[in-house]
C-alpha cells in the first residue's frame, strides 16, 4: 500500500510539473576551455571574431580577457564526445564577455558555447546600431559564427551541427528570434515611440531606423532548434510576426527592468509566442542582472551595470539560471552523446 501511495504521488507530481522541471540540469563535470575564432561578417566579407567556450579535460585554470576573469583556459585539451552548440548574441553596445559566466557555466555542462561580437554594434564600434543593416546583419553574423564553428579544425569534430540552439541577450534577443523566424514590424517600434516617446533607448530617432541596406531581408536559420531569451527586446514582434517560431523557448526577464519596459518586450513574448515559453519574472531585478556577477574592481569601474537591487542576489539568480538552461538545452537539444566507456577514460 505504501508503494502505492508514493506511485500516486509521483503521478501527481509529474502531471504538474513541466517537462523541464522534471529533468534534472546536468551536474558540472569538466573544466573549460575557450578557442578563438576568426571569420567573415557577411556584410562586408571584414574579419569578425567569436570566442568558443567548451568542455575540458585539462585542470582548471583563470584566464583573463577583454578585462574580465574568466574560469577557463585558453586552447585547453578538448573533452571527448559530441557536443551540442549554443550561440551567444550580446544586447546593444555590448560585449558577449559581460556573458562570460553564462558560457562557461554551459561549457562546464557539457555544450560548445559561442560567443559572437556582433560588428557595428559592441563595446567598442557602434557604427551600426540604429540602422537596418544591424537588426537584419546580427542573425546573418551568428548564423556565419555556425556555419565557422562547424568547419573549425579544433571544433568541428566535437560539435553536432544537428543540436544548435541560441542564447540571446536584451538586443541579442531581438537576433536569437530572427533566426526562429520572427519578421520584426518597423510599424510597431513607430507606433511604440509615439506611445512612449519617453523611451530614449528605443526611441531617439522616433522609432525609425536608418534604412542603409535595401538589399537585406530577415534571415531564420533552420539549424537553430531552441532559444534562451534574457530581457529580450521584442518591440517589433507582434503575434502575426511571431507566427513564424515554433522552436522551444526558455524566456527571463527582470520585474523591474529599467531600460526595457516589460509588458511590451517579455511579456509580450510570454503572450504572442505561438508556442508558449516557459517564462521566469525575476522579482526586483534590473536589466543588468542577466550579466555576470561582478567583483570589486569591476564594481567600482561601472556601478550602474554592477549594482542591483536591495535583496536581489545576482549570483543565486546565475546559480538558478544556468542550471535551468542546461536543463532546458538539454532536454529541447539533448545532452553531450559521451558514451560509457568513453566516461571510463576519463
Known sequence: MMRLCAMLVMCLLGSLLSVQAQAVAPDPKWSVGFHRLIFLDPLDHQPMEAIAFYPSSAPEHSSTLGGFKLDATEEADIAIGRFPMLMVSHGNYGTPLALHDVATSLARRGFVVVAVTHPGDNDRDHSRTGKVSNLYGRPMQISAAIT????????????????????????????????????????????????????????????????????????????????????????????????????????????????????????????????????????GAGHFVFMAPCNAQEREASPGLCTDARGVDRADIHRSMNAEAARFFSNTLGSSRYGAQMAAQE
Open 148 to 283: 565557422a564553428s562547424l568547419a573549425d579544425p579544433m571544433l568541428s569534430a566535437y560539435v553536432d551541427a544537428k543540436r544548435v540552439g541560441v542564447v540571446g541577450y536584451s538586443a541579442g534577443g531581438e537576433t536569437a528570434l530572427i533566426l526562429a523566424g520572427a519578421q520584426p514590424d518597423f510599424e510597431r517600434l513607430r507606433a511604440y515611440c509615439r506611445r512612449y516617446p519617453s523611451d530614449e533607448d528605443a526611441c531617439t530617432t522616433g522609432g525609425v531606423l536608418e534604412a542603409d541596406r535595401s538589399d537585406l531581408k530577415p534571415m531564420a536559420d533552420s539549424r537553430v532548434h531552441a532559444l534562451v531569451l534574457m530581457a529580450p527586446l521584442a518591440l517589433m514582434f507582434g503575434r502575426h510576426s511571431l507566427a513564424g517560431v515554433h522552436i522551444p523557448v526558455l524566456l527571463y526577464s527582470g520585474a523591474a527592468d529599467q531600460l526595457l519596459l516589460v509588458d511590451q518586450n517579455a511579456g509580450a513574448l510570454a503572450r504572442k509566442l505561438p508556442l508558449a515559453p516557459s517564462y521566469h519574472l525575476l522579482d
